[in-house]
């Protein structure tokens, strides 16, 4: 089909027409007569034009032959900036993957005949070093009877339970293998990480070896429950896709270094809804070496066995009571352990008991307010920072009312009984 829009007979007279008299045509005329080359160079740059311009404007203040200067000093392009991300995460997951391994725990159950019924479940593990230690999560091998851990080779074998820390839900292995076939992942640091910072996640969600995602640190310091019912401190919070399967891999950043180990995801469905968990690698530094050394890892403990978060509200209930209450933020002790550093350092606990809706509870006791200067409102507050901020034989200030008045004490804090 031809590109116009007339019969060639009549391109035909008017290219005829315009030999006889094209001479003597207006060149306006004339250039708007004769289509242009199709290898002219096409303006790089038009100009917007305004309602003034509009009205002088003519076809021939477009320059057709000279392309417009292309300004300096103009950024990177995007695309090129993308293409290097996409490199150093190609380049993460060449350097990482075969340092992290499948982990198959395995325990029997019994039918109601007495046979033994084999239960598995998996997760993830990172090489720690060349002597075949792996680091998991403590709930991947919890109540495991047997635990075995597949290379990135497909080589399958099993493995010792040489430590775990419920508390931190972390646990180490050990497998038998030859050094060669180990590639350890270094550990990094995660105190200066930063919100919106890209991060890399490897691992083996529902049983998808190797699988990787990428997304961003989202956010900082979050406190969340352990296995132990307890509370891990200065979780790193991820966007990056996190699945059963993926606990027990590291989380890491362009450098391929671990940051995090993924550990838990919050969502309804069970599969990643962009807010998933990872232990710091702060914590993994601290406790690991001692699961290496102790089979354990020692907890510091103040010995204040029952405590209670003052809130405005249990403030009115023990005022009503007759209780001064000159704070309005702290923890209550009600219950200090016999022996303890709290009690040795002379921290009591309740001695007068008032219903509280259902509950008959000891108050009277000191209220701590907090250690080493820094601020302690909740329980929560002082069991992540005995974890993340102290060690055992550690000696800390403790900041607390009583009968009126703020008093100071130091406490050596003792290891907390197992």
Not at 292 to 318: D, F
Not at 358 to 372: C, K, N, P, Q
Request: hydrophobic share 40%; with cysteine.
């Amino acid at each position: 089909m031809s590109m116009y829009p007339y019969p060639k007979r009549w391109i035909a007279i008017l290219v005829l027409f315009t030999a006889l008299v094209g001479c003597s045509m207006p060149r306006s005329i004339s250039s708007l007569l004769t289509p242009p080359p199709l290898t002219e160079p096409v303006p790089t740059a038009v100009p917007v034009l305004t309602a003034t311009a509009r009205a002088t404007f003519t076809p021939t203040s477009i320059p057709t032959s000279e392309p417009a200067p292309v300004p300096t000093g103009t950024p990177p392009s995007g695309i090129g900036q993308l293409a290097q991300l996409e490199r150093e995460i190609i380049q993460v997951y060449e350097d990482v993957a075969s340092g992290v391994v499948n982990i198959t725990n395995r325990s029997y159950a019994y039918d109601r005949f007495y046979r033994p019924v084999p239960q598995e479940g998996s997760g993830s593990g990172i090489v720690y070093d060349l002597k075949g230690h792996i680091i998991t999560n403590y709930h991947v091998i919890e109540d495991a009877s047997e635990v075995f851990v597949m290379l990135a080779d497909g080589t399958t074998v099993p493995a010792e339970i040489v430590g775990a820390d419920p508390t931190t839900d972390l646990a180490l292995l050990q497998i038998d293998v030859a050094p060669d076939l180990l590639n350890p992942v270094p550990l990094g640091e995660s105190e200066g990480l930063n919100v919106g910072q890209f991060v890399v996640a490897i691992g083996n969600p529902f049983g998808f070896e190797h699988t990787l995602t990428v997304g961003v640190v989202s956010a900082l310091g979050r406190v969340i429950e352990s296995p132990d019912e307890r509370f891990i401190g200065e979780i790193i919070q991820t966007d990056a896709a996190i699945n059963p399967g993926n606990s027990g891999g590291p989380l890491l950043d362009l450098t391929g270094q671990v940051i995090g180990v993924n550990t838990a995801i919050f969502s309804p469905s069970r599969a990643s809804a962009g807010i998933g968990f990872a232990i710091p690698a702060s914590t993994v530094q601290r406790v690991v070496p001692e699961l290496l050394a102790r089979g354990y890892y020692p907890h510091p403990w103040l010995g204040v066995s029952l405590i209670w978060n003052l809130t405005p509200e249990r403030r009115r209930i023990l005022q009503e009571a007759g209780m001064k209450v000159p704070v309005e933020e702290g923890v209550l002790v009600v219950e200090a352990a016999p022996s303890s550093p709290a009690v040795r350092a002379g921290l009591r606990g309740g001695r007068e008991q008032v219903w509280v809706g259902r509950l008959l509870l000891s108050v009277g006791g000191d209220i701590l307010t907090a250690m080493d200067g820094e601020p302690i409102t909740t329980g929560r507050d002082l069991i992540r920072y005995l974890d993340t901020e102290t060690r055992v034989g550690q000696t800390i200030r403790v900041t607390f009312w009583r009968d009126g008045k703020m008093e100071t004490v130091p406490v050596i804090l003792a290891e907390r009984p197992r």
